[in-house]
T-cell receptor, first 110, second 115 residues
Framework: RKEVEQDPGPFNVPEGATVAFNCTYS??????FFWYRQDCRKEPKLLMS???SGNEDGRFTAQLNRASQYISLLIRDSKLSDSATYLC???????????FGAGTQVVVTP | GAVVSQHPSWVICKSGTSVKIECRSL??????MFWYRQFPKQSLMLMAT?????????EQGVEKDKFLINHASLTLSTLTVTSAHPEDSSFYIC???????????FGDGTRLSIL
């Protein structure tokens, strides 16, 4: 079983619509959670950290469910520029080692 | 924001060549740098963790004699792929962080193609 699992997608989303997807993690001791965005053939870029109480950054909302060991990302009012692969990232140990999901591809269409 | 520079961005070379990749933190001191490898449509796989001034810690299955890592200063880490072969062709990405609880910031990656 993978440490961090994501639905690979693609999620095809009309421009202006809302899309949400989850990520599950296996290490119950994980303390830090992040969403990164990766464009094709580019490096990952930090989208947002995920806090226990959930947090919002503009059109992006992240939630954490420790009991069920999943985190979610919701994108409202999707823009064409939101098309990318979204990586779920979990802190694996106290040394800050990160574990990456394989990513969820989102394609926003006009 | 935090900037990490990686160089070169693309390398094509013959089998048997050694390739050196540099990773620099431009506006912060990186106590820890990480080296990842990513194959197409797969997740980033951690190769090694490097703390400034000490030997790198390699993940299981990563040959330390093949992937030499040097982290001589708080702003520079290098990865040398020694005697590279076609199976080493991949996207190599470094990341850096200043403190333990801070997010990692990634370099823009090096696409390595071995012929």
């Amino acid at each position: 079983r993978k440490e961090v699992e994501q639905d690979p997608g693609p999620f095809n989303v009309p421009e202006g619509a809302t899309v949400a997807f989850n990520c599950t993690y296996s290490n119950s001791a994980s303390q830090s959670f992040f969403w990164y965005r990766q464009d094709c053939r580019k490096e990952p870029k930090l989208l947002m950290s995920v806090y226990s109480s959930g947090n919002e950054d503009g059109r992006f909302t992240a939630q954490l469910n420790r009991a069920s060991q999943y985190i979610s990302l919701l994108i409202r009012d999707s823009k064409l520029s939101d098309s990318a692969t979204y990586l779920c990232v979990v802190n694996a140990d106290s040394w800050g080692k990160l574990q990456f999901g394989a990513g969820t591809q989102v394609v926003v269409t006009p | 924001g935090a900037v990490v520079s990686q160089h070169p961005s693309w390398v094509i070379c013959k089998s048997g060549t050694s390739v050196k990749i540099e990773c620099r933190s431009l506006d912060f001191q990186a106590t820890t740098m990480f080296w990842y490898r990513q194959f197409p449509k797969q997740s980033l796989m951690l190769m090694a963790t490097s703390n400034e001034g000490s030997k790198a810690t390699y993940e299981q299955g990563v040959e330390k004699d093949k992937f030499l890592i040097n982290h001589a200063s708080l702003t520079l880490s290098t990865l040398t792929v020694t005697s590279a072969h076609p199976e080493d062709s991949s996207f190599y990405i470094c990341s850096a962080r200043s403190l333990l609880n801070q997010p990692q910031h990634f370099g823009d990656g090096t696409r390595l193609s071995i012929l």
